[in-house]
């Protein structure tokens, strides 16, 4: 059983910066990507970033040139450096490992809060 355990998030002014982390344990096979999402208070779950195991980044137009999404191959670990920060950016932040190809399977994070006050 794959398990996913986030740290980092907390309480940061507007203009602040944050780094996530969420580190992959269990047998893990056919990697595919991992990435980090996000859900705001009466929103739904969105993508924020996500890194596939051939290095390839996407990122939500949202985050883009403020975020950085990395991974330790080794360690099954991705990270989310978070900079600029803005109270929009305040939710919980799941992290995602997806495995295979044609039949994909999602593990997730129970979730790490970011809140950003302004």
């Known amino acids: 059983q794959v398990q996913l355990v986030e740290s980092g998030g907390g309480l940061v002014q507007a203009g602040g910066s944050l780094r996530l982390s969420c580190a992959a344990s269990?047998?893990?096979?056919?990697?595919?990507?991992m990435g980090w999402y996000r859900q705001a208070p009466g929103k739904q779950r969105e993508l924020v970033a996500a890194?596939?195991?051939?290095?390839?980044?996407n990122y939500a137009d949202s985050v883009k040139g403020r975020f950085t999404i990395s991974r330790d191959y080794g360690k099954v670990t991705v990270y989310l450096s978070m900079n600029s920060l803005k109270p929009e950016d305040t939710a919980v932040y799941y992290c995602?490992?997806?495995?295979?190809?044609?039949?994909?399977?999602?593990?997730w994070g129970k979730g790490t809060l970011v809140t950003v006050s302004s």
């Open positions: 995602n490992l997806r495995v295979g190809l044609n039949y994909p399977m999602d593990y």
């Open positions: 890194i596939t195991s051939g290095g390839t980044t």
């Open positions: 269990g047998t893990i096979f056919n990697l595919n990507a």
